[in-house]
């Protein structure tokens, strides 16, 4: 009978161990299946998982594990991506719809349509830091029944709005004098910074490198179809010696015949908290006389801009250091400093090896214990936060919202903005997986969104 239930005993602790065994098989499995489709396809880089296994794991072990385990994902990723750009290379200037999507936000559906737009990619493996790829940040505009777009090296093309509703954008090229003006003044380009078209005249932000070191100017022209003769419009006369993402660059439409222009920091700590310099500041300039104005000071990196004439507002979005990406508010009709705090303010943190450059309250996560303005949102984790639309009460918007580009996040986040432009409420996002949103614009004739992904890249509509 001892010797029965001995037995009885040593099956069922075999049965158990396999149980075990094979769960934590199946588990290895579906956790490898799982992991494999995110090497290939991506992942949602706002997952508060994803943001947990980033900080437990560091970043140089995760890419050894992405190069060297799953390394069959890793190749089909970069086949994707190859046969994608081969697509794109074939088909020319014909900006061929490759994907369409349909997408739900809230209770309301959209059509997302993807089209081939004829600059080179952003090369992801060098990282958003690296030179190269400021060459590749590309930027779009609508005007005059067109849309026109700029890639970071200096390209134009252009094609028919009305195209955007069909299967093939049908681009055409537009010649420029941007390489004609960087060997007569001795330059070399590191970027094109934004686009922007308003009364026939074209205006592009360009950062280039001369014997005085690296800095960022507007340029204009009248608009011409058959060619763009730019020239300078306003000098900032900042220079900065080492290349940097903190360049700013946005240009808007103001009130009385002047326009806005924002201004990056540049990597100079000093500079956003004094008046004297014009890094790290938002200003208005006079098309006539081209003489400047300070609109607000205590900037890092300025990404989006827009005025609400009606509000007398300027609203800018910045990206923040390791977190802390912001929108801000400037009512124009309040009297009170405009100073938007940074770096003496920040919802961020500092990245590892910068903490020393910073004052001991400077991640207090208040702006107003500070004496600085407070940024009616922010993003931590950041969110790669980018250009911005204002919408008010048509099939993207039941009352007044902003529309939030994104480029660490792939997305567009939907805000709702309070009757007394007070407040802003999350309305959800959509979430637009490998594309980096660089720009963004509202068409009112056709009703549509449209966004510049830098991946592939694309234009992309939303309806």
């Known amino acids: 009978m001892k010797n029965i239930k001995m037995t009885f005993l040593k099956t069922k602790k075999k049965k158990i161990i396999f149980i075990i065994i094979l769960f934590l098989l199946s588990g290895g499995i579906y956790l ?49 991506t190859l046969e994608l750009q081969l697509r794109k290379y074939e088909q020319g200037y014909e900006g ?4 369409n999507k349909r997408i739900k936000l809230n209770d309301q559906e959209y059509d997302v349509n993807f089209f081939f737009l004829p600059f080179k990619r952003l090369d992801t493996n060098l990282g958003w830091k690296a030179k190269l790829n400021s060459l590749r940040a590309h930027y779009l505009e609508i005007y005059s029944g067109k849309l026109f777009a700029i890639s970071g090296s200096g390209k134009i093309v252009y094609c028919d709005k009305k195209n955007l509703i069909t299967d093939n954008l049908d681009f055409k090229n537009l010649p420029n004098n941007i390489n004609e003006i960087l ?6 380009l590191i970027g094109i910074r934004d686009l922007f078209i308003s009364d026939n005249k074209v205006f592009i932000s360009m950062m280039v490198k001369n014997e005085n070191g690296i800095t960022i100017n507007l340029y204009y022209a009248d608009l011409n179809l058959k060619k763009i003769n730019f020239e300078i419009f306003f000098e900032t006369n900042e220079y900065w010696e080492k290349y940097n993402v903190f360049s700013g660059g946005r240009i808007e439409k103001f009130k009385n015949e002047k326009i806005l222009f924002s201004i990056g920091f540049s990597r100079n700590y000093e500079s956003p908290q004094n008046k004297d310099t014009l890094l790290g500041k938002i200003i208005s300039i006079d098309l006539n006389t081209k003489n400047h104005e300070l609109i607000s000071y205590g900037h890092r990196n300025p990404q989006g801009l827009y005025y609400h004439s009606n509000e007398k507002v300027v609203i800018n979005t910045e990206h923040g250091p390791k977190g802390g990406d912001e929108i801000n508010f400037n009512f124009l009709n309040l009297e009170q400093d405009k100073n938007f705090g940074w770096p003496k303010a920040s919802y961020g943190q500092a990245y590892k090896g910068e903490e020393d450059l910073f004052e001991k309250d400077t991640f207090k996560k208040s702006h107003r214990e500070l004496g600085f303005i407070e940024p009616l949102k922010y993003y931590d984790p950041s969110i790669g936060i980018s250009e911005i639309i204002y919408l008010e009460k048509n099939s993207f918007c039941m009352s007044k919202c902003l529309w939030t ?7 567009i986040y939907n805000l709702n903005i309070s009757e007394d432009f007070t407040k802003l409420s999350s309305n959800g996002r959509i979430f637009l997986k490998g594309n980096r949103i660089r720009d963004i614009e509202y068409d009112k004739d056709l009703d549509l969104v449209i966004l510049l992904s830098e991946n592939i890249p694309a234009i992309i509509t939303i309806r």
């Open 32 to 80: 490898s299946i799982i992991i494999s489709d995110l090497v290939r396809y991506g992942y949602d880089r706002q997952s508060k998982i994803i943001e947990t296994v980033k900080k437990v794991i560091p970043r140089h072990y995760v890419k050894k594990i992405k190069d060297n385990i799953f390394v069959i994902s890793n190749l089909k990723a970069k086949n994707d």
């Open 405 to 411: 580009s994104s480029l660490r996040a792939h997305s």
């Open 183 to 188: 060997k007569e003044d001795n330059s070399t």
């Open 96 to 99: 061929q719809k490759f994907d």
